[in-house]
């Protein structure tokens, strides 16, 4: 059926009709989160922005406690009036402090691991070679390593087991220590007034602190 009337006095009355539901209608309040600290991020809020950026994926999780450490700055006041309380971002902090502090020690330990691992490695090689360096020794003192490839042969190896630390322990007439020196025969020394290494029958080496083998020696003991 056509409809007879003004077009514009009828779209007019319906628009009329919308404004009054309209104003009607309750309105919806509209809530704002002022706080500083995101609850969900623990990061801070920067004016003009209404959510804080999430945290890179970047970097081991020390530095991004640092990062969040150093980010949340809300004195106690300001986080109150915020809606956000003082003994939470308290709360939150002691959290990233404890867990910096759980994994600088984390760190610490696992580089000290990792240290002593490599030391007693290296102890191990050397541990090994000393029968070798026993036969070094035995073959100088019969002359077989005074000239020739071999004498070059046997300087080269004790030259490279110096750069790993090892030392030999063969002195003589230095006062006797039985942490260091194994006495296997002991005879009346003249003029001496303490026990002292007159002869080493095999070398000793260390390592550093760590003896890996004591000197067998003669004692000369005040008589």
């Known amino acids: 059926m056509p409809h007879h009337g003004n077009e514009e006095e009828h779209g007019s009355s319906e628009s009329r009709r919308d404004a009054e539901q309209q104003e009607n209608e309750p309105q919806k309040p509209v809530i704002h989160d002022n706080r500083k600290v995101d609850p969900k991020t623990g990061q801070a809020r920067h004016p003009g922005q209404e959510h804080a950026a999430a945290p890179a994926d970047s970097g081991d999780a020390l530095s991004q406690a640092e990062d969040i450490l150093n980010s949340v700055e809300v004195p106690a006041a300001e986080s109150v009036a915020q809606g956000a309380p003082a003994a939470e971002a308290e709360?939150?902090?002691?959290?990233?402090?404890r867990l910096q502090?759980?994994?600088?020690?984390?760190?610490?330990?696992?580089?000290?691991?990792?240290?002593?691992?490599?030391?007693?490695?290296?102890?191990?090689?050397?541990?090994?070679?000393?029968?070798?360096?026993?036969?070094?020794?035995?073959?100088?003192?019969?002359?077989?390593?005074?000239?020739?490839?071999?004498?070059?042969?046997?300087?080269?190896?004790?030259?490279?087991?110096?750069?790993?630390?090892?030392?030999?322990?063969?002195?003589?007439?230095v006062e006797f220590d039985p942490t260091i020196h194994e006495a296997l025969i002991q005879q009346p020394g003249t003029d001496i007034e303490i026990?002292?290494?007159?002869?080493?029958?095999?070398?000793?080496?260390?390592?550093?602190?760590?003896?890996?083998?004591?000197?067998?020696?003669?004692?000369?003991?005040?008589?």
């Open 91 to 97: 709360e939150l902090r002691n959290d990233l402090r």
């Open 101 to 173: 502090a759980e994994y600088v020690n984390y760190r610490k330990r696992v580089e000290r691991d990792r240290a002593v691992a490599g030391e007693m490695a290296v102890i191990g090689v050397l541990n090994a070679l000393l029968p070798v360096l026993d036969d070094v020794d035995a073959a100088r003192q019969h002359g077989d390593l005074a000239d020739g490839p071999f004498a070059a042969i046997a300087a080269k190896l004790e030259a490279a087991l110096k750069t790993y630390g090892l030392v030999r322990i063969d002195e003589t007439g």
């Open 195 to 223: 026990d002292t290494v007159s002869q080493v029958l095999r070398s000793g080496y260390k390592s550093g602190d760590r003896v890996l083998r004591a000197a067998q020696v003669i004692v000369a003991v005040p008589a």
